[in-house]
């Protein structure tokens, strides 16, 4: 499945319309078109600044931008590479702490485009070379990079050298990439997770993890020992309690850390996972009032996000309308733990077909004053009737976002998830693309 892109900038549309013309080849998995497209243009990926590398299931993208803004706050330049955009291509590549301009973006495009012509690359493997190749030439004293699927074959993973690793919350997902048949891989569906995203570990380099059941640690670390690879894993190496603060603690001392402003409990486990990352590499000193400041500023677009005023909004007068992009199991529980003891609230959704209805919609029972489905743009979604064994609230379908918030029973707030699709469509609807 390839992410639709569109772009104000003629320059950029016409490097978009090639790169929305790829297709990964049927049944190829591996590296080696990754790794020949970046000899073409030099191998930039050799020779860039310092690298973070994150994977996980979930919350790898808040802990970049918790990495990211305690990085600058350090007064340090940051180049940082996200995935995927919610409005507009460039949010994957931000230069030197800006999203990558429109005379820029094209002209990579074009140079790897042209490049790889013949290699037929990947929508993803051109993006990954297009950014590898922005990282090299444009000074900065940090790369922040989120690997995009699984890890171990991600194209994001043909880095050395990196200042650490890390392996943020793990969950059952992108089944149908990350647990195919394979012989030498873990059986257990969450142990074979755990494999691949372990898969981006170095020789010499920090493993930085959150805590998993012990099955899954373990999976973690026999790959480490195998890749010569220094874990770091919470509650063996790193510590961090979360109440009115983050009490973290490791071998270098104890750090009394402020909660983060993005909302929901776990949000606190992922700047504690930025923190143990920058606490365990050599590269880069930042200081500890930088990560708190660092914690305290980081932003994360459709992450349980409540949606400032504008025109979307505007048809939920009084209401609070809040916006995530959670998809999987992991989301949808994280989702209710935040809106545990609120008032009943509505829910609109709309999911790609791929994943689990029940999602989001299950964890919510006995939270929600009514259910309606909208599509997710783009993309084949599940229909009404998909969601109704797992709810018994009657499931209203509309065409769009708009119309399902015009349409909502009096009262109560309003919770909009189940596709970071639909999530880039509401900021976009809203005015409030990310920057």
């Known amino acids: 499945m390839k992410d639709f892109a569109i772009s104000e900038s003629p320059r950029v549309q016409a490097q978009l319309d090639r790169l929305g013309a790829l297709s990964l080849p049927q049944g190829r998995i591996g590296l080696e078109t990754i790794h020949a497209l970046l000899a073409r243009i030099g191998n930039p990926e050799r020779d860039l600044p310092p690298v973070f590398h994150v994977a996980g299931t979930n919350g790898k993208g808040s802990t970049c931008a918790y990495l990211r803004a305690m990085l600058e706050a350090q007064g340090l330049s940051v180049h940082s590479a996200t995935k995927p955009h919610l409005v507009r291509y460039n949010e994957r590549i931000r230069v030197a702490g800006r999203l990558v301009s429109d005379e820029l973006l094209a002209d990579l495009l074009k140079e790897v485009l042209d490049a790889g012509a013949d290699l037929e690359p990947s929508f993803f493997e051109v993006t990954t070379a297009a950014t590898f190749l922005a990282f090299h030439r444009i000074p900065a004293d940090a790369c922040v990079i989120e690997v995009g699927l699984g890890g171990r074959f991600d ?14 919350s793990l969950g059952i997902d992108h089944e149908a990439f990350l647990l195919t048949a394979e012989a030498g891989v873990p059986e257990d569906p969450l142990c074979r997770i755990a494999f691949e995203k372990a898969g981006i570990a170095r020789p010499g380099v920090p493993l ?9 640690t373990r999976t973690i670390i026999d ?17 961090a309690d979360v109440g009115d603060t983050i009490a973290y603690r490791d071998r270098h001392g104890a750090l009394d850390l402020p909660l983060p402003a993005l909302a929901g409990r776990h949000q606190a486990d992922n700047a504690a996972l930025a923190v143990a990352m920058l606490r365990h590499q050599s590269d ?4 500890p009032e930088a990560m708190s400041q660092g914690i305290r500023s980081a932003r994360w677009p459709a992450r349980l996000q409540l949606l400032g005023a504008g025109p979307l909004t505007a048809l939920a007068p009084g209401r609070k309308v809040w916006l995530d992009g959670g998809h999987n199991v ?10 545990s003891g609120s008032a009943p609230f509505h829910l609109i959704t709309g999911m790609l077909a791929a994943k689990d209805p029940s999602a989001i919609v299950a964890p919510l029972a006995g939270q929600l ?4 489905v909208v599509p997710a743009p783009g993309h084949d979604a599940h229909k009404p009737d998909d969601f109704a064994p797992f709810t018994a609230l009657p499931v209203r ?9 015009a349409a909502l029973p009096t009262g109560g707030d309003v919770l909009i998830a189940g596709s970071l699709y639909l999530a880039g469509e509401v900021l976009r609807l809203n005015d409030e693309a990310p920057d």
């Not at 194209?155 to 943020?168: E, S």
């Open 397 to 405: 379908s509309f065409a769009d976002v708009p119309a399902a918030l």
């Open 284 to 287: 880069l000193s930042v200081s």
């Open 208 to 216: 930085v993890t959150q805590t998993y059941r012990a099955d899954v």
């Open 155 to 168: 194209a994001t993973n043909v880095l050395d050298g990196q200042a650490a690793c890390a392996i943020a």
């Open 330 to 339: 992991d989301a949808g529980l994280a989702i209710a733990r935040f809106f």
């Open 369 to 372: 004053l009514s259910l309606s």
């Open 223 to 239: 790959h480490a020992m195998q890749v010569g690879a220094k874990t770091a894993i919470r509650d063996l190496d790193w510590f």
